[in-house]
């Protein structure tokens, strides 16, 4: 047993000082306590706060960040639908032990960062040539190994892709994702789940369809009405305006009408983006409890648009972050990012207080914290007994926090954020990041720079 105690602590909504924690020999939490706890007491003078849930991403892309912010002559009017060509480039030539040491180095990023956990949104299933490996898990058992390496709590959540658009085939470049029907994905899903329970029992399954557009109505039917594993279920939806035009045209009615009236959307459910969606479609979406995972830095990136969470928020609306495609992985300013558009769209300030709600800082962090648990399907960082411990560590003595009071603490870490406050992070109950690195980062960097090396003699001419 280990009994850890902290300056203060935010828990359940509120600041407690001092605050003590036992943890079991797994790491995972026995007791907390605002008074002190009998046995040997290591102290931290630090402000802990619950580690951050990842509710989407993309290991691989963490490659080609910032490599595609040049245009071809010719192409200057570039838009989301080059940058996926340019994607796919890099999807159908990384290889195994090139993904393995990338997602070990990403995600040891992301625990530097904040996050905690991660929910992985796992589209990469087959060989080079589009060919089922001998083990069809094997790609999937790499991102298990790589979060196992870097001591993330992750969420798997391989998804079905079957078609490149509604009634259109799949192209030779979407190879490595395809599944040529339901069946088939499920006995994969059905198949991770094996290895799970034998060799990777931390790690959580979940399931989904890539979008809306990557597979027939009667198979989302079929994947999205049934909950085939523990874990949450998946989908991008609503990113770009064509993804709407194309399901109208093809199905005459707009995507999230459409899951609405046919998928018993729960708070199982977790909608990626759905940046174009209707006042309507948004109604809906908050009645059914589903969450959405917002993407700040990769939907301005790719110039997605802007998700419509005025009336989502104030209606009470579930939604968290993610990092996607990795182009900023500070989950501060990923979650800052929604209330600064509003604030740009309205000329206001702190436009989600309302209703006695009064700290902005506060309210996106709740929000981010709450529904980022249901988009991993774990609740992760709440502090509760049973649970991993997983924590950020924030120094006390920082520049930005000298002096300033608890209930300011979380609109600087939000509006002000500098990576430098967060002194150690834990993550599955161990201390994994001290003094801004991660214990295992020299293990995996000359197996990184090799992968680095031969990617980028594909890459550096994006």
């Known amino acids: 047993m280990k009994i850890l105690k902290f300056r203060a602590a935010y828990h359940d909504g509120a600041w407690k000082s001092p605050f003590y924690l036992q943890l079991d020999a797994k790491g995972k939490i026995v007791k907390t306590s605002e008074t002190e706890l009998k046995g040997t007491i290591e102290e931290h003078d630090v402000y802990l706060m619950p580690g951050i849930p990842n509710g989407h991403s993309h290991s691989f892309q963490y490659v080609m960040s910032g490599l595609s912010e040049r245009v071809i002559e010719g192409r200057e009017k570039d838009d989301f639908w080059f940058w996926r060509e340019q994607m796919y480039q890099l999807a159908n030539d990384i290889q195994l032990d090139e993904l393995l040491a990338v997602t070990t180095q990403l995600y040891m990023n992301l625990l530097e960062q904040g996050y905690t956990s991660v929910a992985e949104f796992h589209y990469l299933h087959h060989d080079l040539t589009g060919k089922t490996h001998p083990r069809p898990t094997q790609i999937a058992e790499v991102i298990m190994e790589a ?3 870097a001591g993330i709590l992750l969420t798997l959540v391989p998804v079905y892709y079957n078609q490149a658009a509604p009634n259109v085939p799949i192209k030779p470049q979407q190879r490595r994702f395809h599944f040529s029907a339901a069946d088939l994905y499920l006995s994969f899903v059905e198949q991770t789940v094996s290895i799970v329970k034998a060799s ?7 399931y989904g369809v890539h979008s809306m557009r990557a597979a027939p109505l009667e198979d989302i039917k079929t994947i999205l009405s ?21 399901f109208v045209e093809a199905y005459g009615v707009r995507p999230i009408d459409w899951l609405y009236d046919n998928i018993p959307l729960s708070k199982r459910h977790n ?5 174009h969606i209707s006042e309507e479609e948004s109604r809906k979406l908050v009645k059914s409890g589903a969450t959405v995972v917002l993407c700040p830095s990769t939907e301005a990136n790719l110039g997605d648009g802007i998700f419509p969470i ?3 928020q104030k209606a009470g609306g579930s939604w968290c972050i993610g990092s996607d495609s990795q182009v ?16 740009f769209l309205e000329r206001k300030r702190n436009v989600f207080c309302q209703e006695g709600q009064l700290d902005s800082g506060k309210i996106l962090y709740d929000r981010v914290l709450s529904s980022g648990q249901m988009a991993v399907g774990h609740e992760v960082g709440s502090f509760r007994k049973g649970t991993y411990f997983e924590g950020l560590m924030i120094d006390p003595h920082h520049d930005r926090l000298m002096e300033r009071s608890l209930d300011n603490l979380l609109s600087i870490m939000v509006f002000a954020p500098e990576t430098t406050m967060i002194k150690g992070v834990w993550s599955k109950g161990k201390l994994r990041v001290s003094d801004g690195k991660h214990s295992g980062r020299a293990s995996n960097q000359v197996a990184y720079g090799r992968a680095l090396q031969r990617l980028m003699k594909g890459l550096n001419g994006l």
């Open 147 to 149: 979060a196992e390496r």
């Open 200 to 206: 990777y029992p931390d790690v959580l399954v979940g």
């Open 226 to 246: 049934t909950p085939w594993t523990k874990g949450p279920a998946h989908l991008h939806a609503s990113e770009q305006t064509e993804d709407v035009r194309s």
């Open 271 to 275: 909608l990626v983006h759905a940046t």
């Open 310 to 312: 005025s009336d989502f």
């Open 328 to 343: 900023n992985l500070n989950p501060f300013i990923e979650m800052a990012m929604p209330e600064l558009t509003q604030r």
